[in-house]
T-cell receptor, first 114, second 112 residues
Framework: DAGVIQSPRHEVTEMGQEVTLRCKPI?????LFWYRQTMMRGLELLIY????????DSGMPEDRFSAKMPNASFSTLKIQPSEPRDSAVYFCASSFQREGGPQFFGPGTRLTVL | GESVGLHLPTLSVQEGDNSIINCAYSNSASDYFIWYKQESGKGPQFIID?????DKRQGQRVTVLLNKTVKHLSLQIAATQPGDSAVYFCAESIQGAQKLVFGQGTRLTINP
């Protein structure tokens, strides 16, 4: 069975450029989560969706970050303009919407902003 | 990579020994707990979970123990193998919420 799919796996860009990260959740899952992982801050939840609707975006660092989920099988996380401090590994995870349940993570996108 | 950052607790065990990884949580309202394994260059992988109405749950070679009195969670790995080398994260979910709050992780290294 296919797990969560993320693309690209690696992204190197220059400061000021727009970056778009993509995620395809596990088929049948109706909750989707975007995380960021750095050595300094560990694993941080940025935003999550239920049934394609953003529920909690309190973890989004600032207005340069935006996320969309146009349908049940696709989500994007966009950074515009990117900055060096955005360098991190970005993970997407999906789950069945319910209180307390496992989230299944994708392989991540390693973003480097020069 | 970065040279300054979180200093992960490290546990070193001999191959074949049992490993016990501990996690303390602070929110007494948490009612769901989960362990993840993260290997280098990969995403966190679900291992086992437990709800607050249980104090023990077993999987294949793994056991999770929950002590709500002292807000403590542990992951026991039996007969540790080289493939168990990874960073292990505990996470908790507060009653009524979907969000998982992750701990900082413990690095498990296996000595041959």
């Amino acid at each position: 069975d296919a797990g969560v799919i993320q693309s690209p796996r690696h992204e190197v860009t220059e400061m000021g450029q727009e970056v778009t990260l993509r995620c395809k959740p596990i088929s049948g899952h109706n909750s989707l989560f975007w995380y960021r992982q750095t050595m300094m801050r560990g694993l941080e939840l940025l935003i999550y969706f239920n049934n394609n609707v953003p529920i909690d975006d309190s973890g989004m660092p600032e207005d340069r970050f935006s996320a969309k989920m146009p349908n049940a099988s696709f989500s994007t996380l966009k950074i515009q303009p990117s900055e060096p401090r955005d360098s991190a590994v970005y993970f997407c995870a999906s789950s069945f919407q319910r209180e307390g349940g496992p989230q299944f993570f994708g392989p991540g996108t390693r973003l480097t902003v020069l | 990579g970065e040279s300054v950052g979180l200093h992960l607790p490290t546990l070193s065990v001999q191959e074949g020994d049992n490993s016990i990884i501990n996690c303390a949580y602070s929110n007494s309202a948490s009612d769901y707990f989960i362990w993840y394994k993260q290997e280098s260059g990969k995403g966190p992988q679900f291992i086992i979970d437990i709800r607050s109405n249980m104090d023990k749950r077993q999987g294949q070679r793994v056991t999770v123990l929950l002590n709500k009195t002292v807000k403590h969670l542990s992951l026991q790995i039996a007969a540790t193998q080289p493939g168990d080398s990874a960073v292990y994260f505990c996470a908790e979910s507060i009653q009524g919420a979907q969000k998982l709050v992750f701990g900082q992780g413990t690095r498990l290294t296996i000595n041959p």
